[in-house]
């Protein structure tokens, strides 16, 4: 049997990945910008990817079956404030939702994500969990990165791109 405490930190990762996955569907669905459509979809995709990486951490911890009834169950976990419920909650944007607009809403919400996984980790006396709240950190941070890389080439904001600045 598993800890309250080892317990609690795989339901609340699970519980964020499924809100981050059924929000960037809602998403993909509500833009009419055809390239925030796939950028949302996208990152609904990294979403479930991110499942399966969380259950490689967790495998020493929890049973397979008992991953999967956490992961299939319908009941909500808990009411984590990470992602929006759909973009008409989120002041500024409408169905004309760019791409720009789109990678900025799932910036915001990794950032959001990163920082929530911290107060966790602050919380969790057990080192191994600690470690494992460490990875899913550093997963969500390699998230953000991504997507800042591309908002910049969008935006053509990076360093790369602005050849006034290069004396191009």
């Known amino acids: 049997m598993i800890e ?3 317990k609690n930190s795989i339901k ?14 809602k998403a993909s669905v509500q833009t009419s910008s055809d390239m925030g459509k796939e950028i949302f979809e996208s990152l609904a995709n ?13 495998e020493d911890k929890i ?8 992961v299939n169950s319908s009941k909500k976990y808990a009411d984590i404030d990470i992602f929006p ?3 008409k909650q989120i002041e500024g944007v409408n169905p004309d939702t760019n791409e720009l607009d789109a990678i900025k809403i799932a910036m915001d919400s990794e950032k959001d994500a990163i920082e929530y996984y911290g107060k966790i980790k602050e919380k969790t006396k057990e080192e191994d969990i600690r470690q494992i709240i460490n990875e899913i950190i550093e997963q969500e941070k390699n998230h ?5 890389e ?12 602005e050849l006034d600045f290069l004396g191009g």
């Open 4 to 6: 309250d405490e080892v």
């Open 144 to 148: 953000y990165s991504i997507l800042q």
């Open 12 to 25: 609340t990762a699970i519980q964020m990945e499924k809100d981050g996955y059924a929000f960037y569907k």
């Open 85 to 87: 419920k759909d973009l």
């Open 46 to 58: 990294d979403e479930q990817l991110h499942l399966k990486v969380f259950q490689k951490l967790f």
């Open 150 to 161: 591309e908002f910049d080439h969008l935006s053509k904001t990076g360093y790369w791109y």
């Open 63 to 70: 049973e397979k079956s008992e991953w999967e009834n956490l």
